[in-house]
């Protein structure tokens, strides 16, 4: 018995020291991202979608890091439970798209551009809290119903 749980302590230790096995290569431009993903550094990107959600119940964890796109920066199409956090987003189209999804959740992330911070299509039950919007719109389109906005500051870029 005390065996069975020094191997189980030792399958434990080396669980905790590797999480999630070996690392993964950085996200690029126009990347579908299927697994809880980090940034590892900033995104320029020309891609129509810097970044596109490509399953259900993941978190994108922008690490203080910035997306910058003349297009969308992230799209998420049909994903539900999907949590976007933590960085920046620049963006003269879109800058968060949420199409037809439910349960997900944008915190901490100061969005700027020309257009859109956040754009909301058919997509209920969503929660858009602590964030920075910088001369950027929220936009809620129909069938888009019960979703929480809440907490973000709004501010309008004045020049230099």
Known sequence: MRASLSLGAASLALALALPGGASAAPVQCGETITADTTLESDLSCSTQSAI??????????????SILTSYTAILNQGHDDVRIKNGHVASDGT?????????NVIRDVEL???????VLNGSSGNRIVSNQLLSVSLSIG???????IRGNTVLKFEGV
Do not use: K, Q, R, W
């Open 52 to 65: 596109v959600i490509g399953a259900p119940g993941i978190t994108l964890d922008l690490a203080g890091h």
């Open 95 to 103: 800058g968060i798209e949420l199409n037809g999804v439910s349960g």
């Open 112 to 118: 700027g551009g020309y257009y859109s911070g956040v």
């Open 142 to 148: 129909n069938g888009s119903n019960d979703n929480v």
